[in-house]
């Protein structure tokens, strides 16, 4: 990480999605030794803390433009979005623990946002079950968990898609997923559209995740000042991965899931982490608060020998 600091910051969020849980992941991470093991590696830490969010209402309120809890959604993005360009601007690496994965929407607002002002442009790695990319419009729950990766191209609700006054956040030839294997029926036809290169588990089990990953790392370098990596514990296998609000059978083992880590780090081109979908309510003795630490150093620069 060249000596830069490690900024953490908690977002105790998951009013995107129908479960709950995903809000105390932030909480579980740490407890599982984040920052004592990522100071073990003599990174330079910080606790941030975490992001006020808007408590959850009893009952989710009625979709707003197709969306749930959508005014509770803008606030905390937008939120969200300062305080990790407030850690960009200050040369630190922003290291975000969710929540559920619509953080992503203020997250990468914030770091595209700050390398926009240099006339920069960010690349994304997004490794996840799931597409993610369904708008208003073809989501069957309307629940922002599903539609991030829409809003973050352009797509979708406006207020969402031109947060911060630009769209879309991340040209679409500069943004992989990693891992998919749920993908919604009219949800597809978004991601044909989209113009972004999705590798699904077929993919990884046919070309293997070496192959896969150094494509990936490729597109979402290419041109760019360098990717956010954003990580769904879904995308693990729940056999491995328990803790997670949406599990789909089939996923990374842990093996593939710290290659796609360890490669990241390899190529020197990380400017910002994210860990979503920790879902402590549903996790076994918080084994899979555990393996999102161990990824999380991983993707910092530990290594097996080294």
Same mark, same amino acid.
């Given at each position: 990480m060249g000596g830069r600091e490690i900024a953490v910051l908690g977002v105790p969020w998951d009013q995107a999605a129908n479960r709950t849980g995903a809000s105390q992941g932030p909480a579980a991470i740490r407890h599982a030794g984040l920052l004592d093991a990522l100071r073990g590696m003599k990174l330079r830490v910080s606790d941030r803390g975490d992001l006020d969010v808007p408590a959850r209402p009893a009952a989710a309120s009625a979709p707003s433009k197709g969306i749930k809890n959508r005014r509770e959604l803008l606030r905390m993005c937008s939120e969200l979005a300062s305080r990790t360009r407030r850690i960009v601007s200050e040369d630190a690496l922003p290291l975000l623990l969710g929540g559920d994965h619509s953080i992503a929407?203020?997250?990468?607002?914030?770091?595209?946002?700050?390398?926009?002002? $240099? =006339?920069?442009?960010l690349g994304v790695v997004w490794v996840d079950a799931h597409a993610d990319i369904n708008t208003p419009a073809t989501s069957p729950s309307k629940n922002a968990h599903g539609m991030p990766v829409a809003h973050i191209l352009g797509m979708g609700d406006r207020g969402l898609a031109r947060l911060g006054g630009f769209a879309p956040k991340?040209?679409?030839? =500069?943004?992989?997923?990693?891992?998919?294997?749920?993908? +919604?029926?009219?949800?597809?036809? =978004?991601?044909?559209?989209?113009?972004?290169?999705?590798?699904?588990?077929?993919?990884?089990?046919?070309?293997?995740?070496?192959?896969?990953?150094?494509?990936?790392?490729?597109?979402?370098?290419?041109? %760019?000042?360098?990717?956010?990596?954003?990580? +769904?514990?879904?995308?693990?296998?729940?056999?491995?991965?328990?803790? %997670?609000?949406?599990?789909? +059978?089939?996923?990374? %083992?842990?093996?593939?899931?710290?290659?796609?880590?360890?490669?990241?780090?390899?190529?020197? $081109?990380?400017?910002?982490?994210?860990?979503?979908?920790v879902n402590p309510l549903a996790d076994v003795e918080n084994a899979t608060a555990a393996l999102a630490c161990e990824l999380i150093a991983s993707a910092l620069g530990k290594r097996i020998l080294l």
């Open positions: 929407i203020g997250s990468i607002l914030g770091i595209a946002g700050a390398l926009r002002e $240099k =006339n920069k442009r991340v040209a679409p030839e =500069n943004f992989c997923l990693i891992g998919v294997r749920d993908v +919604d029926d009219e949800e597809r036809k =978004n991601l044909r559209d989209s113009g972004v290169r999705a590798f699904s588990m077929h993919e990884i089990d046919r070309r293997g995740i070496a192959a896969v990953v150094d494509e990936a790392l490729a597109l979402a370098g290419a041109g %760019t000042a360098g990717f956010h990596l954003s990580f +769904d514990i879904d995308a693990v296998d729940p056999r491995c991965a328990p803790g %997670t609000s949406v599990p789909k +059978d089939g996923g990374l %083992t842990v093996r593939e899931a710290h290659f796609v880590m360890e490669a990241a780090a390899e190529s020197g $081109k990380i400017l910002s982490l994210e860990m979503a979908e």
